[in-house]
């Protein structure tokens, strides 16, 4: 049974930097391409950041401007994402995520992911 379980969550003031763990269990991590997503209120849920299992090749979209890093120790079965000069529009619940196919491709849409983490609330305010 597959399990992804998030932490490093938190309140942090804009400006701020956070890193989020997440740890895999039940897949072979190291043959798996990673995503983490966040959902804010009302708003769909979106990639921000994806890493292939193939040379560590990431993936981010052009919103964030470097902003975020994905990394992964396979090692370890862990996934991380460093989140540096967050703003308050970053409040939202963060997710990891993995698909169900070994492609080295990484999935950039919710729909490719089969496996979710429960997620882990980050705030972003003064």
């Known amino acids: 049974q597959v399990q992804l379980v998030e932490s490093g969550g938190g309140l942090v003031q804009p400006g701020g930097s956070l890193k989020l763990s997440c740890t895999a269990s039940g897949l072979e991590f190291r043959s798996y391409s990673m995503g983490w997503f966040r959902q804010a209120p009302g708003k769909e849920r979106e990639l921000v950041a994806g890493?292939?299992?193939?040379?560590?090749?990431?993936l981010y979209p052009d919103f964030l401007k470097g902003r975020f890093t994905v990394s992964r120790d396979n090692g370890k079965n862990e996934l991380y994402l460093q989140m540096n000069s967050l703003k308050p529009e970053d409040t939202a619940v963060y997710y990891c995520?993995?698909?169900?196919?070994?492609?080295?491709?990484?999935?950039?849409?919710?729909?490719?992911?089969?496996?979710w983490g429960q997620g882990t609330q980050v705030t972003v305010s003064s």
């Open positions: 890493i292939s299992w193939y040379r560590g090749t990431t």
């Open positions: 995520a993995a698909p169900s196919d070994t492609n080295a491709r990484v999935p950039r849409t919710r729909d490719d992911y089969t496996y």
